[in-house]
C-alpha cells in the first residue's frame, strides 16, 4: 500500500509543474467540460437534428428534412407570436431603459435615506415567477383590479379591459415589466456614482446647465449601462413566457401568444417536438440577429472612457 | 451687442442663480420627494393590495372601490388555501431542491472559476472565450433534447433533471466568480505553492475563504432563481406530490382561480421566503447586480 503511494508520487513528480497545471485545469474545470459537451454542444447538434424530423417520442423518429421550417414560413400563429415577442420586446425595453434611468437619476440627487427609496423601488424586481403572474392578473383584473380601481379614481370611467382585450393585453404586459424595471435600477445608480465629479465641474466653469451637463456627460457616460440593459433586456423580453402561460395562456384570440409559449403548446402539449425544436432554432437567430446588431450599433453610440486614453 | 452689455448680461446670468438658488432649491426638493413619494408609492401599491386583499373575508374583496383596511381582518383564505392542495409538500419539495441546487451551483462554478482565474493550462483562454459565448444561447434551444435525454433514461417525473445540470456549473457564476477571484492578490497562493500546497489546497483554504462576498452573491442568486423556477418543474414534474411551490401555485390558480383572496394569500407565502431573504441578505443581492453589469 505505501509502496503504491510512493510510486504516484513519483509519477506525479515526474511531471514538469506545467504538465501539472494543464491536468489541474481541466479537473478543476471538469464540470463545465461536461456541462458543455452534454448541456450546450451535444444538444444543440442533436436540437438541429429533431428539427429535421417528425416525432412525438413515443411512436418513432420521421426524417423530414426542412420540413419543419418551411411549415413554418408558412404558419400563420408562427408569424403572430413573433409580431406579439416583438411588439413587447420593443416597446418594453426602450420604455424600461427610461424608466430604470429615471428613477437612478432622481435617486442620484443626494437624497436622504437613499437606502429605503432603494429598497422600495428594487423590491418588485425581486420578487418574480408564478405567484407575481397571479398577483398582475387580479392586478389587471377589469372589473375588481387594482389598475382600474385607480383609472376610476383619475376619472376614466371606461377602463381598458386590459388581458381580456386583443388591444390592451399587450400592453398590460409592458405595464407590468415596468413594474419589474426597479432591477436596472441598481446598476445605473452605480453607473452616475462611478461618473468623476471633476467632468461636471469642469462643465461648471463652462457655464454649462443642468440640461446640458445630463446630455453631455452623464448619458455619454452612461452608454456602457444602456448598452448592457439593452442587451440582457432584448435577450430575455424574447424569451418572455410565464405571464403568457400563467395570466392569458396565449388569449384572447392569441394576442399574447408568444414565441417561447408557442414553443411550449407545439412541443409539450402537442407532442410536435420537431416542430417545436425547429421554432426553437428561429427563436434563437432571431436574438443572435439582434444582439448582433446592438453589438454592431454599439461602435456608434456606446461612450468607453479607456477609448479616450488611446 | 458691446461687450460692455455682454458682460452685464453674464453678471446677471450670475447672479440670478445666486438670489433665487435658496428658493429653487426648496422648491426642487419638495418636488423631487414629491416624485419619489408617488412613484415608490406607485411600485409598493399592488403588494399592498396583494397582502390587503388576503385578509379580506371573501366579500369585501370584490367590493369597488377598495376596501383597504378590512373591518374584520380573517386568516381564513389562507387556512382554507393551505388546505386545498398539499402546500407543505410543495414547500418541503423547493427547499429540499433548492439547498441542493445552491451547494451544487457555489461548489462547481467556483472550482471552474478558479482554474480560469489561477492556473495556466493549455488553451485557457480561447476556452474561456466559448463559455463566455454560450451565455447568449436561450435554453429553448436545448430544451427539447435535454427533455429527450431525460425521458431515455428514465428522469421523467424525477428531481435529476432539476438537480444534475446545476451541480455542472454555469457560465454566468462562473464569469462572476472569476471576475472576483482575479482580484485577489496572487502573493498568498504563490507562497502557499513555495511551501508545497496543491491547487486544491490553495482553492479551500485561500481562496474560497476570502471570497464569502461573492460566493454570498452567488447562492443568493441560485436561491431566488430555484426558489421562482417555472419551466423546469413544470416540464419534468408530472405527480401532484413532487411539485414544486410554483407549479403547486400554479395548480391552485386552475383551480381555485375565481377565489382572489385564496390566490393572493397562497401567492403571498409562495413570495414570503424570497422577500425574507432579500431583507436578510440585501447587501449581496444589490452587490450581485452591481457586480454583473456595471463593467458590461
Redo the contacts between chains.
Sequence with gaps: MADEVLAHRTKMTRLSP?QR??I???L??L??I???L???A???I??FV?SLTRTD?LTGWEFIGLDNYTRLYNDNLFWKSLRVTAYYTFALVPMGIVVGLS?AV??N?K?KALGL????????A???????A???S??LNP??G?LN??L??LGISDPPRWIFSETWAVPAFIIMGL?GA??SM??YL??LQ?IPTQLYEAADID?ANRWTKFWNITIPMLT??I???LL?GI?GS??V??QAF?MTGGGPNNATLTM?LY??RQ??QNLR?GY??AL??V??FI??IF?LGVVKSSAAWVFYEGELRR | MTTQEQLTTRTQARDWPLVWSKVFGVVGKIVLYGVLGLGAFIFLLPLLWMISTSIKPEALAYNVPIIWIPAEPTFRAYTEGWRTLPFDLFYRNTILMTVVNIVGIVLSSSLVAFAFARIRFWGRDTYFFILLATMMLPAQVTLIPIYVIWARLGGVNSYWPLIVPQWLSNAYNVFLLRQFFMTISPEMDDAARIDGAGWLRIYSQIIMPMSKPALGVIAIQAFAWNWNEFMGPLIYLSETRKYTISIGLRLFQTQQSQKMPETMAMSLVALVPVLVMFFVAQRYFIQGIVLTGVKG
Excluded: E, K
Design positions: 506545467r497545471d494543464n489541474a485545469g481541466y478543476f474545470t464540470p463545465w461536461i456541462h458543455f452534454l448541456l450546450i451535444g444538444s444543440m442533436f436540437s429533431i417520442l428613477i432622481l435617486l440627487q437624497v427609496w432603494r429598497t422600495v423601488y428594487y423590491l418588485p425581486v420578487v418574480s415567477g408564478v405567484a407575481v397571479i398577483l398582475w387580479w392586478v372589473r375588481f387594482l380601481a385607480g376610476r379614481t413594474w426597479g432591477g441598481l446598476l452605480a453607473g462611478g457655464g456602457p449601462t448598452f448592457f440593459n440582457v435577450i424574447f424569451q413566457f410565464t400563467i417561447v414553443l411550449y412541443g409539450f417536438f417545436a425544436s426553437a432554432w427563436l434563437f436574438i443572435l444582439t
